[in-house]
């Protein structure tokens, strides 16, 4: 596609419940990353893939959190038994390589934990 | 520990003054240094990178100033207008690695 595109572009879900958030990356970006941005907070890296390796997942605030990519394209962050302070807008981005040119931004989900 | 620290939080200018906003880094390994700017609702975009073999980059009326010695950088926004007020993230990287960014500097631009 011409971007990054993520949905749910926002969800509300009860405290305890699972979610899935998707990442479709551009076309032919080798690289996909996840941050989490809370309310007026800086961008916190979770997790990223590059190709065929293994990701790096050094950034995944607890076990609660799981991320996958498919066939190194379409992604899914998972939040299991969410809690209150999992609320934040999870952005998605991908790149050509790593580092390289910049990252594109898709426009977030903005998940809200009731 | 933040890999890159960004000021100021808040930046209020007037329509056609100057803003600038400034990050510092640790890491002397990091070769790639690109501004982000974010309106709300919408993810970063990038606006402007620079290397670290050049000290000035311009485009438009954003500039970049690189000090490497100094192990700074700046956005300058000449004629600020209204249009350029969000929210800009400065960012690192060593080249084929994670980005780190900054915390992200809320500009309002009055016109």
């Known amino acids: 596609g011409a971007g990054v595109s993520q949905s749910p572009s926002n969800k509300v879900t009860e405290k305890g419940k699972d979610v899935e958030l998707r990442c479709d990356p551009i076309s032919g970006h080798t690289a996909l990353y996840w941050y989490r941005q809370s309310l007026g907070q800086g961008l916190e890296f979770l997790i990223y893939?590059?190709?065929?390796?293994?990701?790096?997942k050094s950034g995944l605030p607890s076990d609660r959190f799981s991320a996958e990519r498919t066939g190194g394209s379409v992604s899914t962050l998972t939040i299991q038994r969410t809690q209150q302070e999992d609320s934040a807008v999870y952005l998605c981005?991908?790149?050509?390589?790593?580092?390289?040119?910049?990252?594109?931004f898709g426009s977030g989900t903005r998940l809200t934990v009731v | 520990q933040q890999q890159v620290k960004q000021s100021p939080q808040s930046l209020i200018v007037q329509k056609g003054g100057i803003s600038i906003i400034n990050c510092a880094y640790e890491n002397t390994a990091f070769d790639y240094f690109p501004w982000y700017q974010q309106f709300p609702g919408k993810g970063p975009a990038l606006l402007i990178a620079i290397r670290p073999d050049v000290s000035e980059k311009k485009e438009g009326r954003f500039t970049i100033s690189f000090n490497k010695s100094a192990k700074q950088f700046s956005l300058h926004i000449m004629d600020s207008q209204p249009g350029d007020s969000a929210t800009y993230f400065c960012?690192?990287?060593?080249?084929?690695?994670?980005?780190?960014f900054g915390t992200g500097t809320s500009l309002t631009v009055i016109p």
């Open positions: 981005a991908s790149s050509l390589d790593m580092g390289l040119g910049g990252y594109t």
């Open positions: 960012a690192a990287s060593n080249t084929g690695n994670q980005f780190y």
């Open positions: 893939f590059q190709g065929n390796s293994a990701p790096d």
